[in-house]
């Protein structure tokens, strides 16, 4: 608390109800003054020694043959009048954070200036807020918080900048330099404080951290609080992250948590504010040093509190800069009438469609990597993303609102180089298929046909062997390459005396890579000759019999699956080459039986320079 001496005298004041009466033996009352609900009886010559305005108004009750004189509208009310009187009267003042303002005001609605008497009150107050109030962080606040019921007079009286400017001042200071208790509201440990000035503590003092400051402006409503932030933001000494975090300490200490708190008559209006004003405060940089979750948390109360165009925007742009930080959970945006989906899935789409197109704009400009390390390491945010798209496949498969367009076109948002492995895309198509029963064998087959069976691990490809969901082409191709990741796991061990170094080394991703031919080099017909004239239940029992001797490999698929794959390969070969499935009848170019050189060598002599492949 802080205490001005402005004189004394032995006279005092007696509150008597809603009346104040000066009690003094050697003078009676002559003038009665009514400060809102309460009247004063008081002398004439203490206030007319003081009070320009006073004279005036004595002067004109005179005339008018009255002792009483009204204070309309009077700033602070009885109690600053009080102060006034006090001071008038060479009584001791007390003047705090708390009533300094309206005193202020007070002084200047009565014209109690340096005019009428040296030393005056209007000169007195200044020399301690200029002295004392300005130089404390603690009791800049305070003040602050008080001009507002004070307006205008606080703001005509420049008290409001000065608060504002003494504030921000403070903000930028180096934190190597602050000599005060950095906080006020936090309560923290006593060794974690920094003493007064003048005042010492033993041991090593912690170091006062850049975000010190962001806790105790929180107290500010909206209004003011924007304004310390510009004030803050135009000195240009302090970090986007650190404004970022002050955003969004204010963000959880104002915004209510729950949507009904949210979106209820009596606090939208007020929600909607507080929330765009805190997005125009967001740093110029697009938002980038603000975390994507806090972003992504304000976009989905400006949609929830129907904030602006221009604040929604601003928000996506910030957003779309850096979503390979978010989370799924982040993602999970409510839709809002007209849309019948669960969650906003046009609006992650845009997310993604903006984050991927700026992303091959960076990689243009790059050289191409020479490795998947390279690549991986090179693209990290890339593949992030397309793992959180994966997983929020996931969740909004189970909305049977969502379409099988919506849902392609989410999927189809990400590139096939942004998935290295397809488990977490096998389990976002088998969710949706689960949820969707009634999806027909073309849409089935158009929406597994973007899942690369190649791409899968061995658990997934075992799960996806005897998934009775999946068309029955797909089935077909897992199992097919199943047996040609056994192959290539006997190649290694085959080979294991030049290769056993660089085999422990690689990863399965990248041994598979290796191994496996691509897609297109399956299909040219350079590198590939048909079987004619040969028996295909012939070519069949080699290939299982070669897979029998693999004694020393590893046997990828069980035993049921196994004889799926072989009653499926029986019925899909014909001596003229045709394929006779009912199931994959209408795909353009159905499994034949091949041979491919330089694919999968066997262990049978008989077959040695022979691989065998379905495409």
């Not at 204070?71 to 001791?92: H, S």
């Not at 085999?503 to 004619?532: D, G």
Request: proline share 4%.
């Amino acid at each position: 608390m802080k205490f001005m001496k402005l004189g004394s005298k032995p006279d005092t004041f007696q509150d008597q109800g809603k009346s104040i009466r000066y009690v003094s033996s050697e003078l009676a009352t002559d003038v009665t003054i009514v400060v809102g609900e309460v009247i004063f009886y008081l002398h004439k010559f203490p206030l007319l020694s003081m009070s320009n305005r006073l004279q005036k108004l004595v002067s004109k009750a005179n005339e008018e043959n009255s002792d009483v004189i009204q204070l309309v509208d009077f700033p602070g009310g009885p109690k600053a009048f009080e102060i006034c009187a006090k001071f008038c009267y060479g009584m001791t003042v007390t003047l705090n954070p708390y009533n300094v303002v309206a005193a202020r005001c007070a002084a200047e609605y009565l014209e109690m200036t340096e005019e009428v008497d040296r030393g005056n009150l209007i000169f007195k107050i200044e020399v301690f807020l200029n002295s004392s109030v300005f130089r404390s962080w603690k009791d800049s606040i305070i003040v602050l918080q008080t001009t507002k019921s004070l307006r205008p007079w606080s703001e005509d009286l420049k008290v409001v900048g000065r608060c504002i400017d003494s504030i921000a001042s403070k903000t930028s200071m180096d934190p190597s330099s602050i000599t005060w208790s950095y906080t006020y509201n936090r309560k923290v440990a006593v060794s974690d404080k920094i003493t007064e000035v003048g005042m010492k503590f033993p041991g090593k003092l912690e170091s006062v951290p850049k975000d010190w400051w962001v806790e105790d402006i929180c107290e500010l409503e909206i209004d003011l609080y924007k304004r310390v932030m510009v004030a803050v933001k135009s000195k240009g000494r302090m970090d986007g992250s650190v404004i970022g975090e002050a955003l969004r300490t204010y963000a959880m200490r104002w915004l209510p948590d729950s949507i009904e708190a949210l979106v209820s008559e009596a606090h939208s209006i007020r929600n909607k504010s507080l929330l765009e004003t805190i997005i125009c405060l967001l740093p110029s940089d697009k938002g980038v040093t603000c975390s994507c979750s806090f972003l992504l948390k304000l976009l989905k109360v400006a949609i929830l509190v129907g904030a602006d165009d221009s604040s929604r925007e601003e928000l996506v742009k910030s957003i779309s800069l850096k979503l390979d930080e978010a989370s799924i959970n982040d993602l999970l945006i409510p839709a809002r009438s007209p849309q019948i989906t669960v969650y906003d899935v046009e609006l992650v789409k845009c997310l993604v469609n903006r984050f991927m197109a700026r992303e091959r704009s960076s990689r243009d400009k790059n050289i191409p990597p020479k490795s998947t390390n390279d690549f991986v390491l090179g693209h990290a945010s890339w593949l992030k993303v397309g793992k959180l798209i994966d997983g929020y496949l996931a969740e909004i498969a189970r909305d049977p609102n969502v379409s099988l367009s919506i849902f392609i076109e989410l999927l189809q948002s990400i590139p096939d180089s942004a998935r290295l492995i397809h488990d977490a895309l096998y389990e976002a198509i088998d969710i949706y298929l689960q949820e969707h029963s009634s999806l027909t064998k073309a849409e089935k087959k158009r929406l597994c046909s973007l899942m690369d069976v190649r791409k899968l691990t061995m658990d997934a490809s075992m799960h996806a062997a005897q998934n009775e969901r999946l068309p029955l082409r797909t089935v077909v191709q897992v199992l097919f390459f199943e047996q040609i990741r056994a192959a290539a796991g006997v190649q290694t061990l085959n080979h294991r005396n030049t290769d056993a170094v660089d085999s422990t080394r690689m990863t399965e991703k990248e041994y598979w890579q290796k191994t496996l031919p691509e897609k297109q080099n399956v299909s040219k017909p350079s590198s590939e000759v048909k079987i004619k004239g040969e028996d295909p239940q012939k070519n069949l029992k080699l290939v299982k019999k070669c897979s029998k001797n693999r004694n020393s490999g590893p046997q990828l698929m069980p035993s049921r699956s196994r004889r799926i794959f072989d009653k499926l390969f029986i019925g899909k070969v014909s001596v003229n080459g045709e394929n006779r499935s009912s199931e994959t009848s209408g795909s353009s170019q159905s499994p034949t039986l091949r041979i491919i050189q330089g694919e999968m060598k066997s262990s049978c002599a008989s077959s040695r320079n022979r691989r065998n492949s379905i495409s």
